[in-house]
């Protein structure tokens, strides 16, 4: 089965603009109907309106575990970002797009907070880059469509002892094609279960798996990092500049296990 995943700028950020885009964003979210909210929800989004921003993040983030959608990780994202969490908020939005890489405001969220924060975006590979185009089940649904219509469109006329129309050829190398296009973008939603982000600021990145391993780096909060491997509570990452141990309580996977 597909997994349903709980998705540089170096300029100076103007407060002011800060608070104008966090409160158009709170208010376009507060209008999700009261009927669909589950209880964790509707305690997240009071928690927030009474700037208890910490409540308001465990809230979300349970609602989040419970009924995975885009618009609790955005407002999951928010509570973080204003209980200076920029890491743990980059993840949040990074997850609500991964659900739903249509909403923008998730897109909008991330790139103000890595001009805040003054960090670069995950480097994606051409497979990764086109996988975040549609959702991670709209991909197997296009290789299962496109795959059993070019089978279709080959072998039905034959069995059906029916001659072959001129287009039908042509539409059969159509969906080849489609079907090849989705299995690159397939495989680009799994290599991205292996992006995650920095959550700490100050985050060491040591030699060995250990509490006395030498520190090679440090990140700050909201960097991005590839899991290579793991070992006990320590994930071996990899970023362009070096690689690495560094502290699973420190790192937060877009696609946790």
Known sequence: MNRICLPSFFRRVNCCRAGVVLLVLVLGLSGVSRAAMSDDFAKGLEFSQAGQ?????AAFEKAAKTNPSAGT???LGLAEWQ?????AAMVAWEQARWINPFDSRAENNLKFAREAAQVD???LKWHEAVSTWLPPNAWVWLA?????????LLILPGILRRRKAGWQPWLAALSVGVFLFSLAAN???VSRTHLGFVIKKNATVRLTPTQDGEVVLTLTSGESARVLRTRGKY???HTPGTSGWMEQDDFRLICPP
């Open 144 to 152: 299962g469509v496109s795959l059993w219509l070019a089978v279709g």
């Open 73 to 75: 990780f955005l407002n």
């Open 121 to 123: 975006p995950p480097q």
């Open 235 to 237: 994930f071996y990452i």
């Open 53 to 57: 921003f910490p409540e308001a993040a």
């Open 187 to 189: 495989y680009g939603v």
């Open 83 to 87: 209980r200076g969490h920029a890491g």
